[in-house]
Nanobody, 125 residues
Framework: QVQVMESGGALVQAGGSLRLSCTASGLTFNAVPMGWFRQAPGKEREGVSSISNFGYTSTYSDSVKGRFTISRDNAKNTVYLQMNSLKPEDTDMYYC??????????????????WGQGTQVTVSS
């Protein structure tokens, strides 16, 4: 049974930083791309960043490019999202997702199979 669990969400002031973590179990972690998505109430889920199975390639949405960095530690079955220069518009529930085995990094929901419960990030102005 695959389990995905995020952590690290918090309330932070604009301009601050946070690091989200996501641990996945019950799968061959180094065989899957991982992604981060975010969603505000009443809005569609947005792809934020994704990373290939060994971490060689990654992709970012235009809204976070240059501010967020995705990384992974396959020995710990963990993916991270370092968020710097946070803005109030980054306030959302952030979700970690597991991609399809041997797939490529993607910002599309349909390319991800398993999802965590989410961790709340709130950026105050």
């Amino acid at each position: 049974q695959v389990q995905v669990m995020e952590s690290g969400g918090a309330l932070v002031q604009a301009g601050g930083s946070l690091r989200l973590s996501c641990t996945a179990s019950g799968l061959t972690f180094n065989a899957v791309p991982m992604g981060w998505f975010r969603q505000a109430p009443g809005k569609e889920r947005e792809g934020v960043s994704s990373i290939s199975n060994f971490g060689y390639t990654s992709t970012y949405s235009d809204s976070v490019k240059g501010r967020f960095t995705i990384s992974r530690d396959n020995a710990k079955n963990t993916v991270y999202l370092q968020m710097n220069s946070l803005k109030p518009e980054d306030t959302d529930m952030y979700y970690c997702a597991v991609g399809r085995q041997w797939g490529s990094p993607s910002l599309l929901e349909a390319d991800f199979v398993y999802w965590g419960q989410g961790t709340q990030v709130t950026v105050s102005s």
